[in-house]
C-alpha cells in the first residue's frame, strides 16, 4: 500500500490519504469514526488499524490525486535518524573515512517538507547546497537489541529522502545536522511504500537528476551497511520507536566532488527517485 499527506486550500492541515492508483486517493480520515488522520497516528496503531483502514478503503470514494499538493510524507516522527558515509563512493568523493561505526546524527523537524515544494535559503549562509538522494525507512514497531535476522520485521514502510546539505557549513563544523537542517532540508516522499511491497530493500536503483541532468545512478546494494544491519546498529543503545524515520545514506555523484562542481542554484530543480517507492522534487531558490 502506499501512503501520502496530501494538501488543499480548503483544509489547514494535511490529510492522510491511502493511494490506490496513479492518479487515485483515500480520505483515511473517513472511512471510520475515529480512523488516524496522520501517517504517525496509523503506524502506532499496529498491524490491525492497517488492516482496518485496508478493508474499509476497499469501498471508499476514490477521488482524484493530481488536484492535492504534498506535505512531508512523515510530520511528527519521534526521531529523524540520518546516516553518513554508507557508501563507499560517496564517502570516499568526500575525502572522509567509512568508519567502524555507522556516522549517525539527527536532522531537526523544521527541515521536513514535501514533494514540489520550494526550498529557500540565504546565500549569505551558503551557495554551497547539495544534493543526497536516499532510501528512507520508517520504523513501525519498537526495535531494541534487535538481531540482523530480524531486524526487518520492525519496518513499517520506505519513502525517497533528498539531504540536502550545505557543504561549506558541514566542512567547517563538527557536527553535522546544522548544514542539512535549514528549513525544508529533508524533503521527503512523495509517498511512504509499505514494507510488504518492498522485498529486498538492498535492492533498489536509486537515482537524482538536477536540471535535466542525471548526477547520480546507483543501487541500495552499494551500501556498506545494510538497513538489517543499521536497525540492528541503532537498537543497541536506544529504543527506535514507532514512525522513527532513518535516512540510510547517499551513493556517489554528489556535486560537492565534482570538476567543476554542481550545486543546488536559485531556480534550480531536483528530483531524487527510487524505483519502486517514488520520484521526490524540489524546486530551489536562493534568497539575497
Known amino acids: 500500500m502506499r501512503f501520502a499527506h496530501v494538501t488543499s486550500s480548503d483544509h489547514a492541515r494535511p490529510r492522510l490519504v491511502l493511494v490506490p492508483g496513479d492518479d487515485e486517493a483515500v480520505f483515511v480520515d473517513e472511512l471510520f469514526p475515529g480512523a488516524p488522520a496522520t501517517l504517525q497516528a ?113 519496518v513499517w514502510g520506505y519513502t525517497v529522502v533528498n539531504d540536502i546539505t550545505a557543504r561549506d557549513i558541514q566542512f567547517s563544523e563538527a557536527q553535522w545536522s546544522r548544514c542539512k537542517s535549514f528549513d525544508g532540508f529533508t524533503p521527503t516522499g512523495p509517498f511512504v511504500v509499505t514494507a510488504d511491497e518492498v522485498p529486498d530493500p538492498q535492492d533498489l536503483h536509486i537515482w537524482t537528476v538536477l536540471d535535466g541532468r542525471t548526477l547520480q545512478d546507483a543501487s541500495t546494494g552499494q551500501m556498506v551497511r545494510s538497513v538489517a544491519t543499521l536497525i540492528t546498529s541503532l537498537s543497541q543503545s536506544a529504543t527506535l520507536l514507532p514512525g522513527t524515520l532513518i535516512s540510510t545514506g547517499s551513493p556517489g555523484g554528489a556535486g560537492y566532488s565534482r570538476d567543476p562542481q554542481v550545486f543546488l542554484r536559485d531556480h534550480s530543480t531536483v528530483t531524487v527517485g527510487i524505483d519502486g517507492i517514488g520520484e521526490l522534487t524540489t524546486h530551489c531558490r536562493i534568497l539575497d
Open 42 to 154: 496509523l503506524v502506532e496503531g499496529g498491524e490491525k488499524l492497517l488492516e482496518a483502514v485496508a478493508e474499509a478503503a476497499d469501498d471508499a470514494p476514490r477521488h482524484p490525486l493530481s488536484p492535492f499538493g504534498f506535505a512531508s510524507a512523515v510530520l511528527s516522527p519521534p526521531a529523524i535518524l540520518a546516516v553518513g558515509l554508507n557508501y563507499a563512493a560517496h564517502s570516499g568523493e568526500l575525502g572522509l573515512k567509512t568508519d567502524a561505526t555507522p556516522t549517525v546524527f539527527v536532522l531537526w523537524p523544521n527541515s521536513l517538507t514535501g514533494h514540489e515544494g520550494t526550498t529557500s535559503w540565504p546565500r549569505r549562509l551558503s551557495e554551497s547546497v547539495d544534493y543526497e538522494a536516499e532510501l528512507g525507512v520508517i520504523i513501525g514497531r519498537p526495535a531494541k537489541d534487535v538481531s540482523v535476522e530480524a531486524a526487518l520485521d520492525h
